[in-house]
């Protein structure tokens, strides 16, 4: 069956840049987003279509997805980047979802 | 301002059944598909089922037999009937509007508060 792993967790200094990375067999070949979790709240979807950011989203979260590899990247990190980061993408072999393990980004 | 509320959730028996609903608002519900994901209090994200505008359902293997979904269009309404719950089914439930586009896959925008489900003895 198709899954997706991730880091169980980063740590960042703040400023610095995060990467956050998501592997699955040809990942490159459909749709990965990715969603923030922080504690007590709902996810919120923060990159979809790969790289796309929904409105409200700052440029500093940008996405990739190539190959078996997604990659969540975030610039100048900051204390409210804090969170649970998933990654989800399609299984075309049960017509599915997959949500990765997810990573705890830590800002040092 | 799209918005979603999930109510119904509980403490439940094993062995015993639930009906989640979740109330959509700020967009056209008839033309959206919808979908239950879980998350086990510290843990993860689990898809749990889908449904399309015209009424397809998929279901995650775990769930698959025991729970069904459904919505009411006229009442803006989504289900999520479980029976036969078991211990490992306690979580929180969401609801979440899903963007599907075909073979390449969607994504999840907006998603509700979420709502508790306990089962125990």
């Known amino acids: 069956s198709f899954e997706l792993t991730q880091p169980p967790s980063v740590s960042v200094s703040p400023g610095q840049t995060a990467t956050i990375t998501c592997s699955g067999d040809n990942l490159g070949d459909k749709y990965a987003c990715w969603y923030r979790q922080k504690p007590g709240q709902s996810p919120v979807l923060v990159i979809y279509?790969?790289?796309k950011r929904p409105s409200g989203v700052p440029e500093r979260l940008s996405g990739s997805n190539s190959g078996d590899t997604a990659t969540l990247t975030i610039s100048g990190t900051q204390s409210l980047d804090e969170a649970d980061y998933y990654c989800?993408?399609?299984?075309?072999?049960?017509?599915?979802?997959?949500f990765g393990g997810g990573t705890r980004l830590t800002v040092l | 301002q799209m918005q979603l509320v999930e109510s119904g959730g509980g403490l439940v028996k094993p062995g015993g059944s639930l009906r989640l609903t979740c109330v959509a608002s700020?967009?056209?519900?008839?033309?959206?598909?919808m979908s239950w994901i879980r998350q086990v209090p510290g843990e993860g994200l689990e898809w749990v089922s889908y449904i399309t505008s015209y009424n397809k359902m998929n279901y995650g293997d775990s769930v698959r037999g025991r729970f069904t979904i459904s919505r009411d269009n006229a009442r803006n309404s989504l289900f999520l009937q479980m029976n036969s719950l078991r211990i490992e089914d306690t979580a929180v439930y969401y609801c979440a509007n899903f963007q599907l586009f075909g073979e390449l896959g969607g994504w999840f925008d907006p998603w509700g508060q979420g709502t508790l489900v306990t089962v125990s003895s």
């Open positions: 279509q790969d790289n």
């Open positions: 989800q993408a399609w299984d075309s072999s049960t017509s599915g979802v997959v």
């Open positions: 700020g967009f056209t519900f008839s033309a959206s598909d």
